[in-house]
């Protein structure tokens, strides 16, 4: 079965931090790494996971780690797949990017 997509993935395994508000509208926060990117969301492994149709936030230093000068990544959208842990793989969640934002420089 072929996946018909509207935007080009890219496999980067690229640490992020991402925020949502959670039950009672407190702000959760947590890190992972990144399966894959595209310009309109990504796919990212997490020990805690934002719940199905959440808006979160997104921060990632591209690339990471590196000597030269730095890009960074931020943006906003929404939880559209959640895959929790199942027998030793990590879970992971799906986002769809209202916007991202890539600039030079440090965060």
Known sequence: MVEARNYNRYRLEIPVTFSWKGAQRTQQQSAGITRDLSVRGAFIFA????PLKSSIGLKAHLPPGS??????????GEVVRVEPAIAGHDGGFAVAARAFVVRRGEV
């Open 47 to 50: 020990d805690k996971l934002p």
């Open 67 to 76: 000597a030269t000068l730095p890009l960074r990544m931020f943006g906003k």
